[in-house]
């Protein structure tokens, strides 16, 4: 452009702007404006009293325009800069917000929480590891500890279990794609939806005259000569009726994951074992099994840190009452009830340390792979 | 119009099953359903456009530092996420951010990160590294490169984390209720409130979980193939 013989009005303007003062000028004024209209847009949302509808349309073009806003202007400006400092800070522009908000949001938190968990309820005395002696000796949270170690283990052996077969079955089929869909389909669904869905299940009225139930568990029972049950309020065994519904929202998942791998064994393996005389069970667990191992152990780690984690599902269906707590509830309780942030946080060190050896296992993995 | 009052937050008038009138207070979820709107759309946009600059940034520049950050993304992956909730909490109270939308905008961001950069990674890092070098050649920068070039060329990536992120923030009940509260109330609330109010009203209750359920069901079926690859892709989420 700066070469060019003639130059109308705008290209002048342009190439006043691409040079010296103006250039500074625009280097000045362009953030400066961008960051007036993303204020605007910020107070706009704040205090508006417009209809939902157009609310919310404002939000989302604020906020994806302002994000995409400010890497082209940051961009803008270091591009300004000389050869040599393009090379050095572009970088930055690139990674540097997605660090910034690693560190605020999930690093500085660690370190934070970590500092926290020796603190009282209100984080204002240091109380050494009271917090870490309630988290591993309380009642309550022993009875957390021993209702995540079910979910861990009924919940994922049977999500993989069935997962697994429900692979190998399905694949059988012509109609796999409808199976698959079906079973997978849970995974969209919210875990509160899936509470409701649930709930519905194991609904109970009490009982009296005129009471009719209407949950389809206790319908099944009374139908086959039983006595309605409360199934919710009834420790320990309630504890297996919710982990039912985290079953029933992974099974999909390991299925999907399962059967993409056991599509992998090259068939001439398979065709060879059965030639050579192998029943299906054998090559199931001899051929199968073991070809898809790493993937078997990638779906059951998956599954057993959700389950650690779980809160929702039990949040929505007892709210912890009944024997069914698990610690990520106990951890909003004490957090949100309790105000106790002490506790709560040292309820999310034990968390955190519980998925060490996986955090280890993928830096190892990573490294093996040298992607540097 | 019963259901049009449920949604709106109206009352609703009904008659049980022995024949009294009933009245109860509606829920508000058309106004919880924009709300969630509100909180998805930009929590998948957002983390998606940030992961993908730094992607391109670890995956094309050179830096000092490069490896040792990766690390930490990689080393982040499996955070739990209960982890961040209080320190970021008393971010939130310092900032009077807490009920906004930037607020989950930001959190979702956040906890989304470390995923979509690893998933953007491992696909931007895999593409030829021609195409990049010619453009250069031709005078094209980083910039120019990646928003013409790369980002185009990583759509299907950057598809199967949408789907992904999205239906994880649709659903997501743990992160609405403690830095929205009963302010802006996201789907997932309101129906978690509904099953407190209205326990036994089933009829209200199993039509509120069915608007919860329409849209991520809609992307579910609609998507199903990029879901599945983004699935295969990410193995491990805190």
Do not use: C
């Amino acid at each position: 452009m700066q070469n060019q013989p003639r130059l109308s009005a705008g290209d002048q303007i342009l190439n006043w702007l691409t040079t010296g003062v103006g250039r500074l000028l625009a280097s000045i004024f362009v953030p400066l404006v961008t960051f007036l209209v993303l204020w605007r847009g910020f107070i706009f949302l704040r205090d508006s009293n417009a209809p939902q509808f157009i609310i919310v349309v404002v939000a989302i073009v604020w906020g994806v325009g302002g994000v995409a806003l400010l890497y082209g202007v940051s961009n803008w400006l270091v591009e300004k800069l000389s050869g040599e400092w393009v090379r050095r800070l572009q970088p930055f522009i690139f990674i540097g917000p997605a660090i910034a908000i690693l560190f605020w949001y999930l690093f500085l938190p660690t370190i934070r929480t970590l500092i926290l968990s020796f603190q009282d309820g209100l984080g204002r005395n240091f109380v050494g590891i009271e917090n870490y002696i309630f988290a591993f000796t309380d009642r309550v949270m022993l009875e957390a500890f021993r209702n995540n170690l079910l979910w861990m283990v009924l919940g994922t052996g049977f999500s993989v279990g069935l997962g697994l077969l429900i692979a190998v079955l399905a694949d059988r089929t012509p109609f796999e794609k409808v199976y698959k869909a079906i079973i997978f389909m849970p995974m969209a669904i919210s875990f509160v939806g899936a509470g409701v869905i649930w709930k519905f299940v194991y609904a109970y009225r009490g009982e009296g005259v005129g009471i009719q139930e209407i949950g389809l568990l206790n319908a099944i029972v009374i139908g086959l000569g039983g006595k309605a049950q409360p199934w919710l309020l009834l420790p320990p065994i309630n504890n297996l009726f919710l982990i039912v519904i985290m079953v029933w929202l992974q099974t999909g998942y390991a299925m999907v994951i399962l059967s993409s791998a056991i599509k992998g064994i090259p068939s001439e393996l398979l065709e060879a074992a059965r030639v050579d005389g192998a029943n299906e069970f054998q090559v199931f667990f001899q051929i199968m099994v073991p070809t898809i191992q790493s993937t078997l152990l990638t779906v059951t780690t998956t599954i057993v840190i959700f389950s650690l984690k779980l809160f929702d599902i039990v949040r929505v269906m007892t709210g912890g009452n009944y024997g069914t707590n698990v610690i990520a509830n106990e951890f909003y309780l004490q957090q949100f009830t309790y105000n106790h942030s002490g506790r709560a946080s040292a309820i999310a060190i034990v968390l955190l340390i519980a998925v060490i050896p996986v955090m280890i296992y993928n830096l190892r993995q990573f490294r093996k792979r040298r992607a540097f | 119009m019963f259901f049009n009052n449920l949604l709106s937050g109206k009352e609703i008038r009904f008659r049980d099953a022995s024949g009294n009138e009933i009245t109860r207070k509606g829920n508000n979820l058309g106004g919880a359903f924009l709300n969630s709107i509100a909180v998805a759309v930009p929590s998948t946009i957002i983390p998606i456009l940030i992961a993908a600059f730094a992607a391109y940034g670890f995956a094309w520049l050179n830096f000092p530092g490069r490896k040792l950050l990766f690390t930490l993304v990689v080393a982040l992956l499996v955070v739990p996420l209960q982890i961040a909730l209080v320190p970021i909490l008393r971010d939130y109270t310092q900032l009077n951010l807490n009920g906004t939308y930037l607020a989950m905008w930001l959190a979702h961001t956040g906890f989304g990160l470390p995923l979509a950069v690893y998933l953007l990674f491992n696909y931007i890092g895999s593409l030829p590294r021609d195409i990049l070098e010619s453009a250069f050649i031709d005078g094209a920068s980083h910039f120019t490169i990646f928003t013409r070039l790369i980002l185009p060329l990583s759509i299907p990536a950057l598809a199967s984390f949408a789907i992904f992120q999205f239906l994880w923030v649709w659903n997501d009940y743990l992160v609405a209720l403690v830095f929205l509260g009963d302010q802006n109330r996201v789907v997932t609330s309101a129906l978690a409130a509904m099953v407190g109010e209205k326990g036994q009203d089933w009829h209200l209750l199993t039509s509120g979980a069915f608007v919860s359920m329409i849209l991520p069901l809609t992307v579910f079926f609609a998507l199903q193939r990029y879901f599945v690859r983004g699935l295969m892709a990410g193995s491990v989420k805190g």
